[in-house]
Each structure stands twice: as structure tokens, then as C-alpha cells.
């Protein structure tokens, strides 16, 4: 059996931020376990048989930290795309531009009346949500108008949840809350307002996708810490030790465990395992996503040469987001400038079901239906992946029991951090989960606050 101090499990942003940390800090005795032949978990990217490059739904990089930004700068140097955002909303079938709500004015009559008629009734004073779930957070800040014409349904194509099963804690700098006046102004102007909220400008790696920054901090680290294409099966929590797949053992002194946290606590044996009340680990909510890849020969239709994603809040569609993925960078497709690429995103829960054989179909009809596809597209490439963890829900009472979970198993030496290893989404981008990993490492080395974990909303009001 092995030894080491520090046992590092999963190999996405989180656990590799760990890893960085510790080897930044001099540290030598760990090692990270990775279940995929590959680093960079749910921020990798895939090169299909085509030779289209696919990231594993549309990821953009904006930063609460300079610690990443400088990382970031440091791994791939000059080899960035910085883009403006320019998203877009399919509704009614026309282009809005997001955020919704200070876009109304270019809605047909009657949805712009019914909007309108809701928002005399919002709190804009609101500042707490404590005890809310999010429909009525929604109600509250929006009014019931623009909750039924775009916050509802679009919110249960992205969560595949209805709002209502979903907290209302986490929305901070993730949902756009509104201004009266200025969305007034805007209606009598019929003026667009496009750039909100932190990810306004942000930037792409040149080549090689999303998984590139990843692959890059990989290979800085030792290459004898990381052991790829092993699966961590059980952990022995009284004496310290994780069984891998393939019988492999290995005696830790710190678990760091970047594992979806229910799938994590039913790894555990023994007493320590079953004191982990089910009827809590039953209420974790998580939504699956379908990612498909279209690559397509020719140049971009001049409707989609800047746009960089668009949301569609119907269910004319099955995707709730079709990214122009070849915009992000020329080199995303084989032969650049003579094919583009399109990718989409479907969410699915228990309650929200969707029909694995004809995924694909219905994504391609779909963007035919709405002109995103032209009707002569000729396509060379179609690609496809299931995330089983996509979202990690918000769901009602998730703090308490995260409160009650977390600390539980750091009495023992476990350390679940991570976009499903700590399940917070508002923490829960690359940014936030390298620094997850740095800053827990910088807690147990140098005795240091873990902000991003605790504190998700003083990192995000940065
Ligand atoms: C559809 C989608 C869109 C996104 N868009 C953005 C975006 O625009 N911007 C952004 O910054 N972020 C985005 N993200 C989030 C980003 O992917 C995450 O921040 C990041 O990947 C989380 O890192 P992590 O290390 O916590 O988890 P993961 O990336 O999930 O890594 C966990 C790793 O653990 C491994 N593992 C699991 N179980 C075991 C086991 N038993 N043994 C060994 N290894 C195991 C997994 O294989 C995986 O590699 C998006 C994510 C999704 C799904």
C-alpha cells in the first residue's frame, strides 16, 4: 500500500488547483487520482473523429481573482482570444438581445403589457432571500409578467427543475435583477442594453479549446503525482485509506475529494458512512446536460458572425443554449475559415426527461426550425456527450445540509470541494473551483480563510 500526505481525488480545475498549490508551496508528498484518460474533468475538451474541437458545453472564462488571471497568463502566454459577450434570447421568433429584462421593448405587444403590468407590483428594495425559493424571488424582483413570458420557462430548460424546487440564495451576479426606470427608459426608447454582469468581456484559449489551460497546468506538475484512467471505489474513513478500481490502495493523511459529494458519502464505509442521514443525501438535486456538436462546411451565415451564444426559453426547441462555437476561435474547426461549428446544450433531471436516441435529431431540427441552420447547411460533423453532474442544483435547504456534511467530514480528513465535490453553484465556474483547490490547500498549509467555499458572495461582489 502507498503512503502519501496529501490524496488529491479528480483531476478537473478544483483538484488541480490543489495540486498547484501544493507543489507552488514546495510540498512534495501527494498525488492525484484521476478516473479519465485525461485532466481538465468538465472543463476538458474532446477532438472528434472530424477533427472538430468540442468543449463539454459552451465555457467562457471571466475571473474573480488575480491569482487566476495571473495563472491563466502564465500557462498560455500570448495564446488568448479576448470577445466581447453578445448573447442573444430566440423567443417569439426573433432576437432579443440578454438580458431579457432590459430588452423588453423589442417583445410582441401583448407579452411587453403583460411585463409590464407585473413590474408595478416588484419589491425593488429586496435585499435579502433568505427562506425564498427562487420562483418567488423571481416574482418578487421581476414581477409575475416577466415570470411567466421568459423567468420561468427559461429557467426550467437551463435547471430542468420547475423554480420552484430551487433556492433563491445563490442568484447574486448570477441572475440580472432589474432596474425600473432604466427598463422603462428603455421601452420608450426601444434602446437595447447588452453588456451585464461579470462576464461581459471574456477570453478564449486560441487553440485547443477550453481543455487546453487545463492540459497546460497539467503538464507543469510532476508527472509521477498523477495517476490517470484510476477510479477511486470506497474510502475507509477510520484508517485513511481510498481503494481504487483496480485494487490499488493508498494510506492518506488529507483526503481532498473533488467527487460529486452524495456519489463521495455512499464511498464511505462503515459506521462513519452510515452516519450520513439518507433522507439528506435523497434531497440533492443535480441536472444532467447533453452537448451536441454540429460541424458544418462553409463560412458563418452573417446572422451569427459575431454572436457568441443564444438562449432559448421555448420548448419549440430542445436546447436552452446553442453556442457559435467556431466565433470563439478559428481553430475550434479543421480547416478554419471554411467551416463553422454550433454547440448545444440540453438539460435533464427527473423531472425533466429527454429522449437519448433522438437527442441529436431533434437538436439538428431544432436549428432548422429556427434559421440557425440554413436549409442548405451541409453538415460534415456531429458529436455528442453525456454529463450525468451538469448543473449542480441549488436545491431547497442545500446550506443546511452542506453545514451539516461538510464539516462531518472534515472531523475525518475530508475535504469535498469543487463544482459538485462542494456543491455551491454560485461558486461553482473554473475560476472559482481552481481557487477552491488553492485556497484550501493555502487553509491547511498556512492556516489561511477559505473564502471562495464559505463566502461565495464577498468573492462574487469583488
Ligand atoms: C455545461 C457546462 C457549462 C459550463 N460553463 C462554464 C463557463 O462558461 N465558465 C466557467 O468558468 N465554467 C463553466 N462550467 C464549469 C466548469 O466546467 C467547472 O467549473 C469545473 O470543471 C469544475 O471543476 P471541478 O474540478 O470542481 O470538477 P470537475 O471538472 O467535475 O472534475 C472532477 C473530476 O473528478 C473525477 N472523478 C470523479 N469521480 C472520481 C473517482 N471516483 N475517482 C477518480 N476520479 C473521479 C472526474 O472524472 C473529473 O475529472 C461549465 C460546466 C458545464 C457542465
Known amino acids: 500500500m502507498k503512503s502519501t500526505e496529501y490524496m488529491i481525488i479528480g483531476g478537473g480545475p478544483t483538484g488541480l488547483g490543489a495540486a498547484h498549490r501544493l507543489d507552488e508551496l514546495g510540498h512534495n508528498d501527494w498525488v492525484l487520482v484521476e478516473k479519465a484518460q485525461n485532466l481538465g474533468g468538465l472543463a476538458s475538451s474532446v477532438v472528434d473523429d472530424q477533427g472538430f474541437i468540442w468543449d463539454l458545453g459552451g465555457h467562457v472564462l471571466f475571473s474573480h481573482y488575480n491569482y487566476f488571471d495571473n495563472l491563466l497568463d502564465d500557462l498560455l502566454g500570448e495564446n488568448w482570444f479576448e470577445h ?105 426608447d426601444k434602446s437595447d442594453l447588452k453588456s451585464w454582469g461579470p462576464n461581459a468581456v471574456f477570453r478564449f484559449p486560441k487553440e485547443g479549446g477550453t481543455g487546453s489551460i487545463w492540459n497546460a497546468l497539467g503538464s507543469r506538475l510532476p508527472k509521477d503525482k498523477i495517476i490517470l484512467d484510476t477510479e477511486i471505489r470506497e474510502i475507509e474513513p477510520i484508517e485513511q485509506i481510498a481503494v481504487c478500481e483496480n485494487g490499488q490502495q493508498f494510506r492518506y493523511e488529507k483526503l481532498i475529494t473533488t467527487v460529486p459529494l452524495p456519489l463521495f458519502i455512499k464511498k464511505l464505509r462503515g459506521k462513519i458512512g452510515e452516519s450520513f442521514s439518507k433522507d439528506k443525501l435523497e434531497k440533492f438535486k443535480w441536472s444532467s446536460t447533453h452537448v451536441i456538436g454540429i460541424g458544418i462546411e462553409g463560412v458563418t451565415p452573417a446572422q451569427l458572425r459575431s454572436k457568441c451564444w443564444m438562449y432559448f426559453p421555448e420548448d419549440n426547441v430542445p436546447f436552452y443554449r446553442a453556442t457559435v462555437f467556431s466565433n470563439y476561435s478559428p481553430e475550434n474547426v479543421p480547416r478554419p475559415g471554411e467551416q463553422w461549428s454550433l454547440m448545444c446544450e440540453v438539460s435533464e433531471s427527473s423531472m425533466k426527461k429527454v429522449d437519448h436516441a433522438h437527442i441529436i435529431g431533434d437538436t439538428i431540427d431544432g436549428l432548422y426550425s429556427t434559421g440557425i441552420l440554413p436549409d442548405d447547411a451541409n453538415l460534415v460533423s456531429t458529436w455528442s456527450r453525456f454529463l450525468p453532474f451538469g448543473y449542480p442544483t441549488p436545491f431547497l435547504g442545500r446550506d443546511e445540509i452542506l453545514k451539516d456534511f461538510i464539516p462531518r467530514l472534515e472531523d475525518v480528513n475530508i475535504f469535498s470541494r469543487g463544482r459538485f465535490g462542494g456543491w455551491k453553484y454560485e461558486v461553482s465556474n473554473q475560476d472559482h473551483s481552481l481557487m477552491q483547490g488553492v485556497e484550501l490547500v493555502n487553509a491547511l498549509l498556512l492556516g489561511e480563510k477559505e473564502e471562495t467555499y464559505w463566502n461565495p458572495t464577498a468573492v462574487n461582489n469583488r
Request: aromatic residues 14%; charged residues 25%; hydrophobic residues 40%.
Open 84 to 188: 466581447e459577450r453578445e448573447a442573444w434570447i430566440w423567443m417569439r421568433n426573433q432576437w432579443i438581445p440578454y438580458p431579457f429584462q432590459s430588452n423588453m421593448w423589442r417583445l410582441p405587444q401583448a407579452d411587453l403589457e403583460k411585463c409590464l403590468l407585473g413590474l408595478e407590483s416588484i419589491n425593488e428594495n429586496k435585499i435579502s432571500t433568505v427562506g425564498m425559493n427562487f420562483d418567488e424571488w423571481i416574482v418578487d424582483s421581476f414581477g409575475e409578467g416577466i415570470a411567466d413570458v421568459f423567468m420561468r420557462p427559461y429557467n426550467y430548460k437551463v435547471w430542468a427543475y420547475p423554480t420552484r424546487e430551487l433556492a433563491a440564495n445563490w442568484t447574486g451576479e448570477r441572475v440580472a435583477t432589474i432596474d425600473k426606470d432604466e427598463v422603462l427608459k428603455n421601452i420608450k
